[in-house]
């Protein structure tokens, strides 16, 4: 049996003359949580939606599990897109249970497994009522639900945490971790960085089409160089671009992530700071994968300047 969940060799993908995806070749492992990155228009949607089937690649192959895609490898799958697709004026356990059967369920064991599930997404109450009915958070979580009703052993999910307020996010971090360590393979395209650090165990950067990062998180950290300070302050760090050994200072908001030179010393580095500001903070980490994925693109021809949106 392979040791694959999703295996992607050479797959090329073209709209009207624009090569949306490129010769590329993926190996996502069995019980992993796979994080597939990229900018806007970077060609993510376009290879999710080539393993589901919605579209044909041009060239290259796709295996689902060891074999050959085909529609019953499909339905071990689970696929939550990043548009609604959701019919709006149908009651919402009558649609999950319909599409948990078109996925090879029996009604009855839908009808069993989705009290369970629409209680966990606090959509207990609303199984009644119809989708238009639910707020753009409850539409995302039903969404879930649909894609994970009929049991699945593959879950691709595309923008998860879209629409979600932070308990929404939190209670669906929960549950992926749950899934995953059930066994679950989890592929997760996402542009929230934290949300990808915290649940990936290996993640791939596409940009144009192509892949130009894939491993495991650790070894990505590992390769790329130069470790981070991140520091948090009170008072005015428009300075800090201009110590030495700074190379770039990437603002969070309640902290700033200072890339350091290789030959820096972080005490001299600290107290130069807290000779002017009021230190909260301060430690030595990795670069973070936002810090990454951003180098990394903004080194490419076409790169794009920010981490969010959507986008193929």
């Not at 595309?158 to 360590?181: I, K, N």
């Not at 110590?243 to 603002?251: F, I």
């Not at 030959?263 to 700071?273: C, F, H, K």
Request: hydrophobic fraction near 45%.
């Amino acid at each position: 049996m392979s040791d694959s969940a999703i295996s992607l060799r050479g797959i090329t993908k073209s709209y009207d003359g624009h090569v949306a995806v490129r010769d590329l070749s993926l190996e996502i492992p069995r019980g992993c949580v796979f994080g597939l990155l990229g900018p806007n228009g970077a060609g993510k949607t376009t290879t999710l939606r080539m393993v589901m089937s919605i579209l044909v690649p041009d060239a290259g192959s796709i295996e689902i599990l060891g074999a050959p895609a085909d529609m019953a490898g499909r339905d071990r799958i689970g696929y939550q897109p990043e548009e609604r697709g959701l019919y709006q004026r149908m009651a919402l356990a009558e649609q999950l249970i319909f599409l948990a059967t078109i996925k090879g369920m029996s009604r009855k064991a839908a009808a069993r497994r989705l009290p369970g599930w629409l209680e966990r997404m606090g959509l207990a109450d609303w199984a009644k009522r119809k989708v238009n009915e639910l707020s753009k958070g409850m539409q995302q979580k039903a969404q879930f639900v649909a894609a994970v009703l009929h049991d699945p052993d593959v879950l691709i999910l595309d923008e998860p945490m879209a629409g979600l307020d932070p308990v929404g996010a939190d209670l669906m971090r929960d549950t992926l971790l749950e899934l995953s360590r059930a066994g679950k393979t989890l592929v997760l395209s996402s542009h929230q960085m934290e949300t990808v650090e915290r649940l990936c165990d290996r993640v791939a950067l596409i940009h144009r089409g192509q892949k130009v990062l894939d491993g495991s998180v650790a070894e990505i950290k590992a390769g790329h160089g130069q470790n981070a300070a991140i520091l948090a302050y009170e008072g005015d760090g428009a300075f800090l671009g201009t110590l030495p050994g700074v190379e770039a200072v990437r603002d969070f908001g309640r902290f700033v992530e200072l890339a350091l030179a290789p030959d820096v010393d972080p005490a001299l580095l600290l107290r130069e700071a807290a000779a002017r500001v009021r230190v909260t903070r301060f430690e030595i980490a990795e670069p973070s994968l936002h810090t990454i994925f951003v180098e990394t693109v903004k080194e490419r021809p076409g790169e794009a300047t920010a981490a969010t949106g959507g986008g193929a």
